[in-house]
């Protein structure tokens, strides 16, 4: 690639995301440390009837680990699995 920016415009997930007929959750981060906050397409996640996008402030590139070192949380386990029961019943 010619650069970063060329990088992100022929690798971008957004040309496909209307294209998406299945319940689907995105989990991405603002402080992903290999993914941009400006290459997150909100707006195509916006009104999309089938995306549930969840965008964290921090939680790095896939970590999202909260609570204390004693009793952590792993929100992205968390996430994925109540958004499975709920299409799976």
């Keep these: 690639f ?4 060329a990088y992100w415009a022929s ?12 319940p689907t959750l995105v989990v991405a981060s603002e402080d992903d440390p290999f993914v941009p906050a400006a290459s997150i397409p909100r707006a195509a996640f916006a009104d999309h009837p089938h ?5 964290a402030r921090r939680g790095g590139h896939q970590a ?4 204390s070192p ?3 949380r792993y ?10 029961a709920r299409h799976l019943g």
């Design 70 to 72: 004693l009793r952590p």
């Design 11 to 22: 690798s971008s997930c957004g040309p496909f995301i209307p294209h998406i007929r299945r």
């Design 75 to 84: 929100l992205a386990e968390e996430l994925a699995t109540a958004h499975l």
């Design 2 to 5: 010619a650069s970063a920016a």
């Design 51 to 55: 995306v549930l996008a969840w965008i």
């Design 64 to 67: 999202f680990v909260t609570g």
